[in-house]
């Protein structure tokens, strides 16, 4: 069976038996191989063209980038669209532009959460006072019973959002005593940006480094993600939105103020479309900052749908983050029905997704540029459809 998942049936050849098979040719069977994921590949092009370019028609999105891995190894990538189309630009769409993943970055700040309980610095149960040492008492106090588990899975309780780039003067821990004491802790599980700007807080503290330069050592370069990255070069990274429209009209319906906003007449690339990260964190936190291209985020999906492929995360660890915890969550990954045939995942808010299922060995990346377009509408229909199609061919 395998080590992480019992479903997944083992090929029962021990390493000796393995090194000694791959001294024998196998030509014949490596071209059936070769013949059987070129036909996979246009079945499911056929598939999926005609639902990309109908949502492109339908300003879903105006470009997207599909890749498939199937058992670790590249299946399809398909560039569609376009990167840009304004008034200024119309750049058509390559597979290798950077993409904002918006809060698809969880999932990468998450999975090197579980790389350092991996490497037994701290458990799932540590506490977070204790990783953070609030010097406010009231936050301290507020806190002191959530372990990292809680952050990881949503469990906290913590309130979901709060625009901190409205007080910008004022400290982290200042905003958080102040959003802790108009929104108590509830006893149920809140999808919460803020459980990950403390989870990259608490990345940071244990590094002993910045986000950035914490997340290259733990994650990035371990696992060979070449183009991941909180600074991209503008030149190869996908426009998002027209200034922050749809995150302004959220600041105004709490009655709040905010005089810096972006300018709303041009698209901007390169930087980040959430307005915390952005305006208050600098570009770079737990939650969101972080811009890749599909082969990368599809590689970071490979390390829970291929596991034996990369020891990195313990099996122990990695087991318990795989399980649905509560409410359709796990360690960094959420559960649902945008995630067919049991697999798992997560979205972002500026058109990214992306699938894991162990037990099929596939991985999905859905890249696309949801805000660069008139009326931004909501893409879960359209990801489970292709989700489903690509399925239909590889089971």
């Known amino acids: 069976m395998s080590r992480l998942y019992p ?38 092009s056929d598939l999926i063209d005609p639902l990309v370019e109908q949502a492109i028609s339908q300003e879903l999105f105006r470009g997207a980038v599909i890749r498939v891995d199937y058992k670790g190894k590249p299946l399809i990538e398909h560039p569609r669209g376009h990167a840009q189309w304004d008034e200024t630009a119309k750049i058509p769409m390559e597979a290798d532009y950077l993409f904002d993943l918006a809060s698809l970055s969880k999932l990468f700040s998450s999975t090197a959460v579980l790389r350092i309980i991996s490497r037994g610095d701290i458990r799932t149960n540590t506490k977070i006072v204790d990783l953070l040492g609030f ?16 952050l990881l899975d949503h469990s906290s309780g913590i309130h979901y959002w709060f625009p901190f780039y409205t007080r910008r003067r004022d400290s982290f821990e200042e905003i958080l005593a102040s959003v802790l004491t108009e929104h108590p802790l509830k006893d149920h599980m809140i999808y919460s940006d803020l459980n990950f700007m403390l989870i990259g807080l608490c990345i940071e503290r244990i590094m002993g480094k910045s986000l950035p330069q ?14 991941t990255t909180y600074s991209p070069p503008v030149s190869r990274t996908v426009a998002t939105e027209f200034g922050n429209r749809i995150e302004q009209q959220m600041v105004d319906d709490l009655g709040l103020s905010f005089s810096s906003w972006r300018d709303t007449s041009s698209a901007f690339r390169g930087v980040c479309d959430d307005g915390n990260c952005h305006y208050y964190f600098g570009g770079a936190s737990g939650h969101a900052g ?18 034996d492929s990369m020891d990195f995360i313990s099996p122990s660890v990695l087991a318990v ?13 959420q559960f649902g029905d945008i995630y067919p045939r049991e697999g798992f995942g997560h979205t972002g808010f ?22 660069h377009v008139n009326h931004p509408l909501n893409q879960n229909l359209f990801r489970k459809e292709i989700v489903e199609k690509i399925l239909s061919v590889i089971e």
Do not use: W
């Open 290 to 307: 972080i811009f890749a291209d599909a082969a990368d985020v599809t590689r970071l999906g490979n390390l829970y749908s291929d596991p």
């Open 135 to 150: 010097k406010n008492s009231f936050v301290n106090d507020s806190l002191a019973h959530l372990p990292v588990s809680s």
């Open 321 to 333: 983050a795989c399980t649905k915890q509560r409410s359709d969550r796990g360690f960094g990954f």
């Open 214 to 227: 914490a997340m290259q050592e733990l994650l990035f370069d371990p696992i060979n993600l070449k183009h």
């Open 7 to 44: 479903f997944i049936r083992n090929t029962g050849i021990r390493k000796q038996e393995s090194f000694r098979i791959s001294l024998v040719p196998e030509l014949p069977r490596i071209l059936c191989l070769k013949d059987e994921e070129d036909n996979m590949n246009a079945r499911i």
């Open 350 to 371: 500026t058109g990214t997704y992306l699938y894991i299922n162990p037990v099929l060995a596939v991985t999905i990346t859905i890249l696309t540029n949801r805000l």
